[in-house]
């Protein structure tokens, strides 16, 4: 079989300008969906979080930890 380019090749599946045809349609820059999309998700895992503190806080262990360490997932944050 003999090597073509892929700029040569009749199946390419790239456009005229190089661009894949999944990232034209996807668009280039973050819309608002997108930043409520990854809100909804920072908030569910917030309250994930705050969640499995209030289970692990029933273990002793656990609440001589938080007492020695005051932020336990974004230092000086969370």
Known sequence: MPFFPLSRRRSSR???SGTPPTLQR???????E???LYGCQFALQVG????EEQLLSADEGYRTYKGRVRY????GVF
């Open 48 to 51: 994930r979080i705050v969640r």
């Open 26 to 32: 996807a668009g280039w820059g973050p819309s608002f």
């Open 14 to 16: 790239c456009c005229s």
């Open 34 to 36: 997108d930043f409520r």
């Open 72 to 75: 336990r997932v974004i230092p």
